[in-house]
């Protein structure tokens, strides 16, 4: 397999990382938007429980199954902050591995640039020197 094709396969799945990332990005924004959401509906039913005496009998209920959703929630976030950060490190080792590739294919069109650059570097000597050989022959015929 050749170089480009490794680095195109490593690009492929650098974006794949990235966009697993992207997804566990908007799934802990999601849940952290949950979790303030219970908590303003919390603050909002402690309001109402606080003005009308009737509805604070049924606010430990709601209270206690509220509590819980965060509670789950919460336990949500960490898991997919967890995985953010394993995402982050595998997505940063695919860009480190893709560099390698990278570098490598630069290394070895350097060498090849170089490589042609000495064969024209000989071949123009070697026209040269056989022009020099012809005048000078030349040169010996006319004059000699």
């Known amino acids: 397999m050749s170089l480009k094709t490794i680095i195109r396969l ?3 799945q650098l974006d794949e990382k990235r966009r697993v990332l992207a997804e566990l990005h908007t799934l802990a924004d999601r849940l952290r938007s ?8 919390i603050a909002q039913e402690q309001e ?6 009737s509805v604070s009998f049924t606010y430990s209920n709601f209270a206690q199954a509220a ?5 789950r929630l919460g336990e ?17 080792e695919a860009f480190q591995e893709l560099k390698r590739y990278e ?11 170089d490589k042609q650059k000495r064969k024209d570097a000989a071949m123009l000597d070697e026209t040269a020197l056989v ?9 010996e015929a ?3």
Do not use: P
């Open 76 to 92: 949500s976030l960490g898991q997919v902050e967890a995985q953010i950060e394993i995402a982050t490190d595998e997505m940063a």
């Open 34 to 41: 949950e979790i303030e959401k219970v908590k303003q509906e």
């Open 67 to 71: 509590l819980e959703r965060g509670r």
């Open 10 to 12: 490593q690009k492929l």
């Open 48 to 53: 109402v429980a606080r003005d009308d005496f």
């Open 103 to 113: 570098l490598a294919e630069e290394e070895r069109q350097r060498r090849e640039r």
């Open 142 to 144: 006319a004059g000699g």
């Open 131 to 139: 022009g020099f050989r012809r005048r000078q022959t030349e040169e």
